[in-house]
């Protein structure tokens, strides 16, 4: 999934990027509200990570214009501002989530798969799917007790189909979600997402879960019957 982290403190910034990379994210990150808010009037995210106290635009207001555009985006405050009025405000306003600083990198993790999970509307961590189960918690994937070993890139993609179940996703979505802008890669070409797909089918040929190639429109995940 690809997570925008707004924070304007570097070492705290970098150690969650560190954490959420080995949960399989990717994430963008910013220092400043005024660039997450020109950001989000055209990029779409997973979840938001947004501090408060922000430089040039306060991370409330970023927040209540995040609203005001309709988009429902779950948004997770991180913030050194442990008053009840500050975490009413934000609720207020929509966030979904509220953490105050200093945080214990394992439940901000938590939170983040949590939050994640509600928006796909789903329930638990471990995803089942046929007889495919994938614990995203651990990054793993079995096929029923057979466990399946993906790169980052194939979880990532099979991570985004499962939580799209029942829609189409085109190589571009896909691609999307697989690259920060700090990224050292390119952008994966629509060549490389067939690849990829090729190698997620062939891995899993032996589950109940396939991935139907829709023309000219993209992909999508279901369970043979």
């Not at 913030?79 to 200093?102: E, F, M, N």
Request: net charge negative.
């Amino acid at each position: 999934m690809r997570i925008l982290l707004v924070e304007d403190t570097p070492d705290l910034a970098e150690a969650i990027i560190e954490r959420l990379h080995a949960d399989g994210h990717v994430t963008d990150w910013l220092t400043d509200g005024e660039q997450a808010n020109k950001l989000l009037a055209y990029q779409h995210y997973s979840l938001i990570i947004l501090d408060l106290g922000l430089p040039k635009l306060d991370g409330m207001s970023v927040l209540k214009q995040l609203r005001q555009r309709r988009d429902k985006t779950p948004v997770l405050i991180l913030t050194a501002r442990s008053g009840i009025d500050d975490r009413v405000d934000a609720l207020d306003l929509g966030a979904d989530d509220y953490l105050v600083k200093p945080v214990d990198l394992r439940e901000l993790s938590a939170r983040c798969r949590a939050l994640i999970r509600r928006n796909s509307g789903e329930i638990a961590s471990l995803v089942q799917y046929g007889n495919l189960s994938f614990d995203r918690a651990a990054a793993r994937v079995f096929v029923g007790n057979i466990e399946i070993e993906l790169p980052r890139r194939e979880l990532g993609i099979l991570d985004l189909l499962l939580s799209h179940q029942g829609r189409t996703l085109s190589k571009a979505q896909i691609a999307d979600q697989l690259c920060s802008f700090d990224d050292d890669a390119e952008m994966p070409s629509d060549n490389a997402i067939e690849l990829y797909i090729a190698r997620i089918r062939k891995k899993l040929a032996q589950s109940s879960v396939r991935i139907k190639t829709l023309r000219g429109i993209g992909y999508m995940i279901y369970v043979e019957q």
